[in-house]
């Protein structure tokens, strides 16, 4: 069965600064789906990127960028800029892939980690 | 109203009342998801429902008992619950499309205290 470990159960980053949240997983597949999810004290889940297994290229979203490496099985999260809004939970999550019209699609989630920034 | 939508927010219930919890996608997704977020513990999948139909029951005790009557809404009804049930209630919709990524979008929750 497929896990995801996040091991810092809390990190710290002075605003402007850069942080990097650990995510590490354990598969037999080779392909699949990556993701990390933010959620800030209103407790809405927002997703914050995405990573395709088989595309070799991290994935980018403006301050927020990957370190996938898929042989090491680990997902690191980059925030760059910090910003006091980027204060929230990060959760990782792996899915495998789709087998569309009857296997479920399932979000296998890491404990997540807590960012707080300070001013 | 946008995303997905659950309502209440909060709630309060002794262990011989019957409630349920209500969530709706404005996202024209065809699939549907129960999650329970308790403290310190991963998210975990309780149902999915694929094209109204029930797909995956993770496992979950008989008094939470799901119902989607249509792609856009989802129901969790809950009875005689016990303390250990409270926790955080997520509902997620997304795409499901072969090749897909296929991605979650979730709904701010249900904070459920069971007393």
């Known amino acids: 069965a497929q896990t995801v470990t996040q091991s810092q159960p809390e990190m710290s980053v002075q605003e402007a600064e850069t942080v990097t949240l650990s995510c590490t997983y354990d598969t037999s597949e080779s392909d699949y789906y990556l993701f990390w999810y933010k959620q800030p004290p209103s407790r809405q889940m927002i997703l914050v990127i995405r990573?395709?297994?088989?595309?070799?290229q991290n994935a980018t979203e403006n301050r927020f960028s990957v370190n996938f490496q898929k042989a090491a099985k680990s997902f690191s999260l980059k925030i760059s800029d910090s910003q006091l809004g980027d204060a929230a939970m990060y959760f990782c999550a792996y899915r495998s892939p789709e087998n569309y019209g009857g296997a479920t699609n399932k979000l296998i989630f890491g404990t997540g980690t807590l960012l707080a920034v300070q001013p | 109203e946008t995303g997905v939508t659950q309502t209440p927010r909060h709630l309060v219930m002794g262990m011989t009342n019957k409630k349920s919890l209500k969530c709706e996608q404005h996202?024209?997704?065809?699939?549907m998801y129960w999650y329970k977020q308790s403290a310190k513990k991963p998210l975990e999948l309780m149902f999915v429902y694929n094209f109204k139909e029930q797909t995956e029951n993770n496992s979950v005790p008989s008094r939470f008992s799901p119902e989607c009557p249509n792609s856009s809404h989802l129901f969790l009804h809950l009875h005689t619950l016990q303390p250990e049930d409270s926790a955080l209630y997520l509902c997620?919709?997304?795409?499901?499309?072969?090749?897909?990524?296929?991605?979650?979008?979730f709904g701010p929750g249900t904070r459920l205290t069971v007393l």
């Open positions: 997620a919709s997304s795409q499901m499309s072969s090749g897909g990524t296929d991605t979650q979008y």
């Open positions: 996202l024209g997704h065809n699939a």
């Open positions: 990573q395709e297994a088989y595309k070799q």
